[in-house]
Structures are given as C-alpha cells and as structure tokens.
C-alpha cells in the first residue's frame, strides 16, 4: 500500500563506486522529483520527470543521472561517489496539470547514502 | 531567487498549549505553499497545501494561513500533544518552475507531556 517507496533505505559504500537508488510510485501521478537532504536538514530539488521527459535539471553534478523507464519509476545513478554525497536522498511525486504542478507532492521514505 | 525562511528553528511548549509556526518568503509570485512534518528518520508527510489563490486551510487540529503580498503563512497547531514532536517544513512552489518546491530550514517542535 506504499504510495512512494525507495530502495534502498540505507546505503553505505566507498569513494569512487557507482550506486543507483530505486523510486517507485503507485499513485498514478506523471511527476517525480529527487530531493536532497543534507547535514544540516536542508532539503534541495535536484531532478523533476513528468511523463518520462526531464523538466528541471537542478545545478547537479552530472556524475547524478536520473532515468525513468516509465511514469511510475524514477531511479537516480551516481557515479564515481565523493564524501560530499552522504546525505537522505528522496523521491516524491504528484499530478501535473496544465503545465504546473497544481497538487500535494508525496514523498517517499529517504535513502541515507553514507560514502566513506 | 526565492528564499524561504522558517522562524523559529526550534521551539519546546507543553502539552496543552497553543502554538504558532511562522514561515516567510522573498518572491510573492508563488504557485502553491505546503507544510509538511518530518519525524526523525522519516520522510515528509503533507499537512496542508494552500493555492496561492486561498487564504488558509484547515485540518484537524491545524490551520494554516497564507498572505502573499506579504510573503508570509502561519501553521496554527491548536491543543498540542506529544505526537506532534517533528519538524515542521514549510515549502513553495513557484510558477513556470515545474513544481519544484523551494524549502525552509524547518521548525524543530517538542511538545513535552
């Protein structure tokens, strides 16, 4: 019955590795968002999807690729991971209409991504 | 660029109490504004929306106003109780952006029983 959920919950790697982490939605909504939550609980859109097209591209390193296979997942790529990425990454989505997102967006559970 | 604000960043009362949490922002020009609670190690959870056309919304216990022309809304918890411990996050969202929602800093509330 989870409307957004992430996997995984928690991620613990090295410098230098390459991670993704999985966002699925059962709402039936045509947007996806990631969000970064750092240290000091700042909260950051970094990616937006609507119906699998890319509409907001935050000033993000492009070792972040975003990819979504179709409008109920949007999975985030990271490549070759610093120190600076530990934070909770989330995913939310909600229903876009006429060109703007009208409604409440949900959010998924986070993934704390640790980089030692 | 629009920022906003949340004030204050942490707040303690007792159970029972009344209490107001205050957030601004610098662009009037917004689309919606949300409040959303977060409890430690946990996602957001959504507690009100406002379209920038309404001038408050209410749930439960809750209320929240929004004032656009001064960039200011208020999430009114009435009759406070221990569950309510988490951060309050307020967050707007701008027109012709794609609906990405700008952020405050959040309220930190403890309601002590």
């Known amino acids: 019955d989870t409307a957004v959920s992430q996997t995984p919950k928690y991620l613990v790697t090295q410098m230098g590795n390459d991670k993704s982490i999985k966002c699925e939605q059962n709402?039936?909504?045509?947007?996806m968002y990631w969000y970064k939550q750092d240290s000091k609980k700042f909260l950051k859109i970094m990616f937006s999807?609507?119906?699998?097209?890319?509409?907001i591209n935050e000033t993000v390193p492009n070792r972040f690729s975003p990819k979504s296979p179709d409008k109920a997942h949007l999975n985030l790529h990271i490549n070759s991971l610093e120190l600076g990425d530990s934070a909770v990454y989330f995913c939310a989505s909600s229903r876009r209409s006429g060109g703007v997102s009208t409604d409440t967006q949900y959010f998924g559970p986070g993934t704390r991504l640790t980089v030692l | 660029k629009q920022e906003v604000t949340q004030i204050p960043a942490a707040l303690s009362v007792p159970e029972g109490e009344n209490l107001v949490l205050n957030c601004s922002f610098t662009?009037?020009?917004?689309?919606?504004l949300q409040w959303f609670r977060q409890d430690p190690g946990k996602g957001l959870t959504s507690l009100l929306l406002?379209?920038?056309?309404?001038r408050e919304q209410t749930s439960g216990r809750l209320n929240a106003s929004l004032d656009k022309s001064s960039g200011r809304s208020t999430l009114y918890i009435a009759a406070s109780q221990p569950g309510d411990s988490a951060t309050y996050l307020c967050?707007?969202?701008?027109?012709?952006?794609?609906?990405?929602?700008?952020f405050g800093q959040g309220t930190e509330l403890s309601v002590k029983p």
């Open positions: 406002i379209q920038s056309s309404q």
């Open positions: 709402l039936g909504h045509d947007t």
């Open positions: 999807y609507n119906n699998k097209e890319l509409i």
């Open positions: 662009d009037s020009a917004i689309y919606n």
């Open positions: 967050a707007v969202s701008i027109y012709n952006q794609g609906g990405k929602l700008i």
